[in-house]
């Protein structure tokens, strides 16, 4: 079973930046995707970013490319989010996820490709 738990949100002021960092165990995670996605108070889930494990491929929202950076390391398991020049809007709960197989450019920003998921970590960005 895969367990993902992120770590690293919290206040900042816009302009910013913040790192997230997604600890996954319970797998062999060579052939996986890992996502990052996002959910303001009243807002649908949405897609921030991605990456394959293998390969290392990223994909990136229109709205934080530039801003956002993804990353992995496999010794420590451990995905991680670079967020700088955040912004209010930005603000929401950003979850970590895992889909157990390589995703196209169109599939990784799918909600539903993802079978595991973290339990979330708040980002608030002040004005």
């Known amino acids: 079973q895969v367990q993902l738990v992120e770590s690293g949100g919290g206040l900042v002021q816009a302009g910013g930046s913040l790192r997230l960092a997604c600890a996954a165990s319970g797998r062999t995670f060579s052939t996986y995707t890992m996502g990052w996605f996002r959910q303001a108070p009243e807002k649908e889930r949405e897609f921030v970013a991605a990456?394959?494990?293998?390969?290392?491929?990223?994909y990136y929202a229109d709205s934080v490319k530039g801003r956002f950076t993804i990353s992995r390391d496999n010794a420590k398991n451990t995905v991680y989010l670079q967020m700088n020049s955040l912004k209010p809007e930005d603000t929401a709960v950003y979850y970590c996820?895992?889909?157990?197989?390589?995703?196209?450019?169109?599939?990784?920003?799918?909600?539903?490709?993802?079978?595991?998921w973290g339990q979330g970590t708040q980002v608030t960005v002040s004005s």
């Open positions: 990456i394959r494990w293998t390969g290392g491929n990223t």
């Open positions: 996820a895992a889909a157990p197989f390589p995703l196209t450019d169109v599939a990784v920003t799918t909600r539903r490709m993802y079978s595991s």
